[in-house]
């Protein structure tokens, strides 16, 4: 299947008109014509290599929402015209503890990426979903509700159970007291997340501004920590707090926020070390952990509960070839909340 869409041909350049190959179908894939493909601050750490060696050409891209063209002969979970997202990963090895558990997000042999990887053969490299067409293993897409706007679900696949899945890990509900840091891409789906689900949730963020859609999404307080100071008044008594920035931070003034048994969610990645208090953490048996995105079975249940619950991201769309200019809104956290491409424009 030929494909055309937007790549990164090296490190830091700036992404262009790509046309490549996309691999026949097999028993148990599915071709999709591309609607939607969100763009995720990962898509831009990964393209400018700010984590690591990347591998050249890069059609980036694993926030996807599209219609099913074709299945394959083993395929029954789809039929053409099926709505279905993809998300950050299309494989994993299906026989460890976590595949088999359906966390092969968490395979202990890698999960294929959507992109930016090789697939199982060693050989084949990735290429994500800035593009108009896009083949997949069945077994790692999932159907989107029919009510659900399909713009507003791509950003799911990705920053939507981001932020779904710890809040389920950690059971968030009523009684509960959730933080969230940060009001981003993914801060802006926790908040919905955690309203939905019953706690009592609270955003802090640096910009003041951003107050009115916070609460408008569903939380029920606000802290400003331009001034740091704000943290001298606060009790501790949080049960969960999910940190969703990429920016380096001082985390331990949120350890301090977390009552008896609290935990301290990293999501967000900086790239660099952060320093902290192991005191903070010895005073009332305090956890500091990590989620990363969900299994596909997760995904499912995110897409359902949102379905239910009238969930999407908050989008702004733009065409193709706005998507380097939206890489530098993204960095400058100028977007509310999530830039996502239309597929038609590729």
Known sequence: MRSKGYAALTAKASLTPYEFDRR?????DVALTTQFAGICHSDIHQAREEWGPSIFPMVPGHE????VTEVGSAVTKFKVGDRIGIGVFVDSCKKCEACLKGLGNYCYENMTATYNSMERDGK?????GYSDSFVVDADYAVKIPGNLEMSGVAPLMCAGITLYSPLRHWQAGPGMKVGIIGLGGLGHMGVKFSAALGAETTVFSHSPHKKDDALAMGADHFVSTADHSVFAGMKPEFDLILNTVSAEIDLNPYLELLKLDGTLVMIGLSGKQYP?????????RRSLAGSQIGGVPELQEMLDFCGTHNIVSDVEIVKAEYINQAYERTIASDVKYRFVIDAATF
């Open 124 to 128: 084949s490299p990735t290429m994500g």
């Open 64 to 67: 996807i929402a599209g219609i």
């Open 276 to 284: 902290i208090s192991a005191g903070g953490l010895l005073q009332k």
């Open 24 to 28: 026949e179908l097999k028993a148990n």
